[in-house]
Protein backbone atom coordinates (compact mmCIF):
# COMPACT_ATOMS: atom_id res chain seq x y z
CA UNK A 1 0.00 0.00 0.00
CA UNK A 2 2.60 2.36 0.98
CA UNK A 3 4.36 1.45 -2.72
CA UNK A 4 1.66 2.74 -4.58
CA UNK A 5 0.78 5.53 -2.39
CA UNK A 6 4.83 6.73 -3.18
CA UNK A 7 4.19 5.81 -7.04
CA UNK A 8 1.00 8.50 -6.61
CA UNK A 9 2.34 10.84 -5.14
CA UNK A 10 5.35 10.55 -7.73
CA UNK A 11 2.56 10.92 -10.77
CA UNK A 12 0.96 14.19 -8.93
CA UNK A 13 4.59 15.85 -8.70
CA UNK A 14 5.35 15.07 -12.06
CA UNK A 15 2.00 16.32 -13.05
CA UNK A 16 2.29 19.44 -10.92
CA UNK A 17 5.76 19.95 -12.63
CA UNK A 18 4.45 19.65 -16.19
CA UNK A 19 2.10 21.77 -15.89
CA UNK A 20 4.46 24.70 -14.61
CA UNK A 21 6.71 24.05 -17.70
CA UNK A 22 3.70 24.70 -19.97
CA UNK A 23 2.78 27.34 -18.10
CA UNK A 24 5.95 29.20 -18.14
CA UNK A 25 6.43 28.01 -21.98
CA UNK A 26 2.59 29.76 -22.91
CA UNK A 27 3.85 32.97 -21.17
CA UNK A 28 6.96 32.87 -22.94
CA UNK A 29 5.51 32.52 -26.34
CA UNK A 30 2.81 34.93 -25.43
CA UNK A 31 5.13 37.53 -24.61
CA UNK A 32 7.61 36.91 -27.75
CA UNK A 33 4.29 36.96 -29.96
CA UNK A 34 4.17 40.54 -28.83
CA UNK A 35 8.17 41.26 -29.33
CA UNK A 36 7.87 40.12 -32.73
CA UNK A 37 4.74 41.79 -34.46
CA UNK A 38 6.29 44.98 -31.84
CA UNK A 39 9.34 45.02 -34.32
CA UNK A 40 7.53 43.69 -37.24
CA UNK A 41 5.16 46.41 -36.68
CA UNK A 42 8.43 49.22 -36.52
CA UNK A 43 8.43 51.89 -37.39
CA UNK A 44 7.33 53.20 -34.78
CA UNK A 45 7.26 56.88 -33.89
CA UNK A 46 9.38 57.98 -30.34
CA UNK A 47 7.37 58.87 -27.51
CA UNK A 48 7.83 62.11 -27.85
CA UNK A 49 6.48 62.25 -31.48
CA UNK A 50 3.24 60.93 -30.63
CA UNK A 51 2.58 62.39 -27.39
CA UNK A 52 2.83 65.95 -29.80
CA UNK A 53 0.27 64.17 -31.82
CA UNK A 54 -2.15 63.78 -29.32
CA UNK A 55 -1.30 67.39 -28.00
CA UNK A 56 -4.50 69.12 -29.32
CA UNK A 57 -6.69 65.54 -28.35
CA UNK A 58 -7.34 66.36 -24.34
CA UNK A 59 -10.83 67.32 -24.84
CA UNK A 60 -11.60 64.60 -27.35
CA UNK A 61 -14.54 61.83 -26.50
CA UNK A 62 -13.53 58.73 -28.71
CA UNK A 63 -17.74 57.92 -27.52
CA UNK A 64 -18.36 60.80 -29.72
CA UNK A 65 -15.97 59.11 -33.02
CA UNK A 66 -17.15 55.25 -32.45
CA UNK A 67 -19.18 55.03 -34.98
CA UNK A 68 -17.38 54.63 -38.12
CA UNK A 69 -13.55 54.31 -38.78
CA UNK A 70 -13.59 57.62 -40.87
CA UNK A 71 -14.55 59.25 -37.23
CA UNK A 72 -12.03 57.83 -35.62
CA UNK A 73 -9.41 58.95 -38.44
CA UNK A 74 -11.03 62.52 -38.66
CA UNK A 75 -10.13 62.69 -34.35
CA UNK A 76 -6.88 60.44 -34.31
CA UNK A 77 -5.22 61.20 -37.73
CA UNK A 78 -4.00 58.38 -39.86
CA UNK A 79 -3.51 55.38 -38.41
CA UNK A 80 0.31 54.41 -37.53
CA UNK A 81 -0.21 50.51 -38.75
CA UNK A 82 -3.07 48.13 -39.95
CA UNK A 83 -3.32 44.55 -40.31
CA UNK A 84 -6.39 42.74 -42.06
CA UNK A 85 -7.25 39.85 -40.08
CA UNK A 86 -6.01 36.54 -41.64
CA UNK A 87 -9.51 34.52 -40.61
CA UNK A 88 -11.84 37.55 -41.51
CA UNK A 89 -11.15 39.84 -44.63
CA UNK A 90 -13.69 42.72 -43.78
CA UNK A 91 -11.49 42.70 -39.96
CA UNK A 92 -9.03 44.60 -39.34
CA UNK A 93 -6.77 46.18 -36.73
CA UNK A 94 -6.02 49.95 -36.54
CA UNK A 95 -3.06 51.22 -33.71
CA UNK A 96 -2.69 55.17 -33.31
CA UNK A 97 0.02 56.97 -31.20
CA UNK A 98 2.40 54.50 -30.37
CA UNK A 99 -0.16 51.84 -29.35
CA UNK A 100 -1.76 54.48 -27.11
CA UNK A 101 -5.18 53.97 -29.19
CA UNK A 102 -6.25 51.01 -30.92
CA UNK A 103 -9.46 49.86 -32.83
CA UNK A 104 -10.76 46.61 -34.22
CA UNK A 105 -13.24 47.70 -37.18
CA UNK A 106 -15.48 45.49 -38.91
CA UNK A 107 -15.98 46.64 -42.33
CA UNK A 108 -16.20 50.35 -41.21
CA UNK A 109 -17.47 50.41 -37.81
CA UNK A 110 -15.39 49.98 -35.11
CA UNK A 111 -15.94 47.05 -32.86
CA UNK A 112 -13.44 47.34 -30.13
CA UNK A 113 -11.69 50.30 -28.43
CA UNK A 114 -8.85 50.40 -26.61
CA UNK A 115 -7.26 53.02 -24.78
CA UNK A 116 -3.71 52.12 -23.07
CA UNK A 117 -2.69 48.98 -22.42
CA UNK A 118 -5.08 46.64 -22.13
CA UNK A 119 -3.59 43.21 -22.69
CA UNK A 120 -1.72 41.41 -20.35
CA UNK A 121 1.56 40.56 -21.51
CA UNK A 122 2.09 42.99 -24.05
CA UNK A 123 5.00 44.68 -22.27
CA UNK A 124 6.32 46.48 -25.81
CA UNK A 125 6.35 49.05 -26.64
CA UNK A 126 7.59 50.25 -22.90
CA UNK A 127 7.52 53.81 -23.37
CA UNK A 128 4.02 53.92 -24.97
CA UNK A 129 2.61 57.31 -24.27
CA UNK A 130 -0.62 58.17 -22.81
CA UNK A 131 -3.72 59.36 -24.55
CA UNK A 132 -5.06 62.79 -23.05
CA UNK A 133 -8.95 62.32 -24.58
CA UNK A 134 -11.57 60.60 -22.65
CA UNK A 135 -14.15 57.84 -23.56
CA UNK A 136 -17.55 58.62 -22.19
CA UNK A 137 -15.73 60.96 -19.39
CA UNK A 138 -13.35 58.55 -18.34
CA UNK A 139 -9.60 58.89 -18.68
CA UNK A 140 -6.52 57.66 -17.94
CA UNK A 141 -5.34 58.73 -14.53
CA UNK A 142 -8.29 60.06 -12.99
CA UNK A 143 -9.72 58.40 -10.24
CA UNK A 144 -11.69 55.45 -10.62
CA UNK A 145 -15.51 56.09 -10.45
CA UNK A 146 -17.69 55.04 -7.70
CA UNK A 147 -19.74 51.87 -8.29
CA UNK A 148 -23.10 54.02 -8.92
CA UNK A 149 -21.31 56.67 -11.80
CA UNK A 150 -19.77 53.44 -12.96
CA UNK A 151 -23.05 51.98 -13.61
CA UNK A 152 -24.46 55.24 -15.11
CA UNK A 153 -21.54 55.22 -17.39
CA UNK A 154 -21.90 51.85 -18.32
CA UNK A 155 -25.44 52.31 -19.15
CA UNK A 156 -24.51 55.62 -21.08
CA UNK A 157 -22.18 52.91 -23.23
CA UNK A 158 -24.99 50.57 -23.67
CA UNK A 159 -27.53 53.29 -24.86
CA UNK A 160 -25.27 55.69 -26.81
CA UNK A 161 -22.72 53.36 -28.43
CA UNK A 162 -24.30 49.46 -28.31
CA UNK A 163 -21.48 48.64 -25.60
CA UNK A 164 -21.35 44.91 -24.95
CA UNK A 165 -18.95 46.11 -22.03
CA UNK A 166 -17.08 48.89 -21.34
CA UNK A 167 -14.28 48.15 -18.38
CA UNK A 168 -11.32 49.94 -17.56
CA UNK A 169 -7.73 48.79 -15.48
CA UNK A 170 -7.50 50.37 -12.22
CA UNK A 171 -3.96 50.94 -10.81
CA UNK A 172 -3.45 52.55 -7.61
CA UNK A 173 -6.69 53.91 -7.57
CA UNK A 174 -6.78 55.51 -11.20
CA UNK A 175 -7.92 54.59 -14.69
CA UNK A 176 -4.65 52.82 -16.62
CA UNK A 177 -6.89 51.96 -19.27
CA UNK A 178 -10.21 51.83 -20.99
CA UNK A 179 -11.84 49.20 -23.15
CA UNK A 180 -15.29 49.08 -25.24
CA UNK A 181 -16.64 46.40 -27.16
CA UNK A 182 -19.73 46.82 -29.42
CA UNK A 183 -22.30 44.38 -29.50
CA UNK A 184 -22.19 42.64 -32.56
CA UNK A 185 -24.79 41.04 -33.84
CA UNK A 186 -24.80 37.88 -36.36
CA UNK A 187 -27.35 37.05 -38.31
CA UNK A 188 -29.40 34.04 -38.56
CA UNK A 189 -31.21 32.99 -41.75
CA UNK A 190 -33.79 30.43 -41.32
CA UNK A 191 -33.78 27.60 -43.06
CA UNK A 192 -35.04 26.69 -46.45
CA UNK A 193 -38.83 24.60 -46.02
CA UNK A 194 -37.80 20.87 -46.32
CA UNK A 195 -34.19 20.71 -44.44
Not at 11 to 33: C, K, N, Q, T
Not at 56 to 69: F, M
Amino acid sequence: MGALVRILMRAVRGVVVLGMVLGVAVVLLMLGANVFFYFRDSPWPSRQQAQAAMAGDANVDLANASEHLEDLIAVLGPPEHKLVSKDQSNLSYYRWHRDSVNAAVLDNVPIRIEIGDTRLLQVLPLDRPTFPGMFLGLRIGDPVPSPAAAAAVKKQAMDCCDAEYLSWGVKDGRISSIDYQRQVLVAKFPKPPGN
